[in-house]
């Protein structure tokens, strides 16, 4: 309880009740700053070694769901019933399957509380109605796609207008 399961710290996000979460390579720590102890979470329970338990970014939204970009898929964790929603990534091919291990993307929550991750491959959108991310992808020949499919950046302006940059321009 004293002691993180894991190796290498990836990120660390205070929560809106004061609890430290420390993503670490191995699993999901919570540090509870009153008594110290910490607990230990892992979205893979079947494989502590799976990528899946690789925790590479964390953000808690206005609903005080956490949610986690790991070396494999994207996560919806809620801390009240201690229970991790998977929602895998497209795998098919070895881009897609590695670009969240090799660059985590930026979670950003906007005005609306719709999710947005930035990757390596592609803008995922995550559809509260539906329960499912939408991806938005470079489609070649058309100017309304994105410029390139490695995000670098997002960002919400005082509209509500999402921009993100790309590694193909804006």
């Known amino acids: 309880g004293s002691g993180l399961a894991g ?3 990836t990120d660390i996000c205070e929560d809106s009740g004061g609890k430290i979460w420390i993503g670490t390579i191995g699993a999901l720590n919570c540090l509870a700053q009153k008594t110290g102890i910490i607990h ?10 799976s990528i899946d338990n690789r925790i590479l970014k ?10 986690l970009i790991t070396g494999g898929n ?68 058309n100017k309304s796609s994105l410029s390139a499919n490695t995000l670098t950046f997002l960002s919400e302006d005082g509209c509500g207008t999402i921009w993100c940059s790309t590694l193909g321009g804006g």
């Open 7 to 9: 190796i290498v710290v």
């Open 40 to 49: 230990h979470f892992s979205p893979d329970t079947s494989d502590l070694l």
């Open 58 to 67: 964390i953000h808690e939204d206005n609903n005080c769901i956490l949610w």
């Open 74 to 141: 994207i996560f919806a964790f809620n801390k009240i019933t201690e229970s991790f929603i998977k929602y895998p990534v497209d795998s098919t091919s070895y881009r897609t399957a590695i670009f969240l291990m090799r660059r985590p993307g930026q979670i950003l929550e906007d005005s609306q509380g719709r999710i947005w991750i930035a990757s390596h491959d592609g803008l995922y959108f995550y559809n509260r109605q539906e329960d499912k991310f939408k991806v938005f992808r470079n489609i070649p020949g």
